[in-house]
């Protein structure tokens, strides 16, 4: 079981986020059903089912507790302006119900416009999550990079240049409905490497949308795939890959970052 590290408050029915356009502070987020608000420290995302969390990027559960006293103020605001755009509901009963979020991987939905039906979230999650209460965490994540790498080599054979790979690697997130990916580069400004970084955005990942803030990236199979597909391109094995944003970490969006590493 994985620590949780957000607060969840039930508004009990859909807000139907077209009508929060206009509500002061809170503005969509692309690629996903939600939307998203800061208070201070603390981020607020409003799915459009009437949930609502709050947690704090890159911390635990005590800085969160710390400050919701203060920032429960605007989220009482929030709740009442989401009330005003005509969605009934006791926003005082909301805010005092709300509690740490319990981490059920079955009843967390994905977060998913364009993939969401067309493939078994239940299923893939019961398959990647359920281990976690009977085996260490590392190597659950090593198995699951490594299935990914087993796939990502395959998709290098036979291509021709970085295009061509990067293409193939979008291709078979969209084409196994695993995410739906953009591929950018950088510049290596640690100067330790001639080759530019390569950026992997992916939205609705079949792993981590709509996931709960765990503090920890989940989307070890994807992070495996770009790194396998390199590895077998470039014939290096000092290759890396960091998923830098995820669900997880209270982003609405996943990134992982390939970086050829000093031998």
């Known amino acids: 079981m994985m620590d949780v590290h957000c607060y969840q408050y039930l508004i009990g029915k859909d807000v139907g986020l077209e009508k929060l356009d206009g509500v002061p502070g809170l503005t969509k987020v692309d690629g996903a059903k939600v939307m998203q608000a800061q208070f ?10 009437g949930e609502v969390r709050a947690f704090i990027r890159s911390s635990g559960i005590e800085k969160l507790k710390n400050a919701l006293p203060a920032a429960g103020v605007k989220i009482m605001g929030l709740l009442q302006a989401i009330k005003a755009k ?50 260490p965490e590392f190597q659950l994540e090593r198995n699951a990079v490594q299935g990914g790498e087993n796939e990502g080599r395959k998709l290098a054979q036979g291509k021709q240049d970085k295009e061509e790979l ?15 990916g953009k591929v950018g580069s950088k510049a290596d400004e640690s100067g330790q ?42 014939e290096l094995e000092n290759i890396e890959v960091k998923e830098s944003h995820c669900w997880g970490l209270g982003d609405t969006y996943c990134e992982f970052e390939m970086r050829v590493t000093p031998m």
């Not at 990067?166 to 739906?180: M, P, T």
């Open 40 to 49: 201070g420290s603390v981020t607020v995302l409003v799915f459009e089912t």
């Open 86 to 135: 005509g969605v009934e509901f006791d926003e005082n009963a909301v805010l005092a119900a709300g509690k740490p979020m319990a981490f059920d991987y079955l009843a967390v939905k994905g977060v998913r416009p364009e993939l969401e039906e067309v493939v078994n979230l239940d299923a893939l999650r019961e398959l990647v999550y359920a281990p976690y209460s009977i085996m």
């Open 166 to 180: 990067n293409s193939a690697i979008v291709k078979y997130l969209r084409d196994e409905k695993l995410g739906i």
């Open 193 to 234: 490497s001639q080759y530019e970084i390569q950026v992997f955005t992916v939205h609705e990942s079949a792993f981590a949308a709509g996931m709960p803030v765990v503090n920890k990236a989940l989307c070890n199979f994807i992070r495996g795939v770009v790194r396998g597909a390199y590895v077998a391109f470039m």
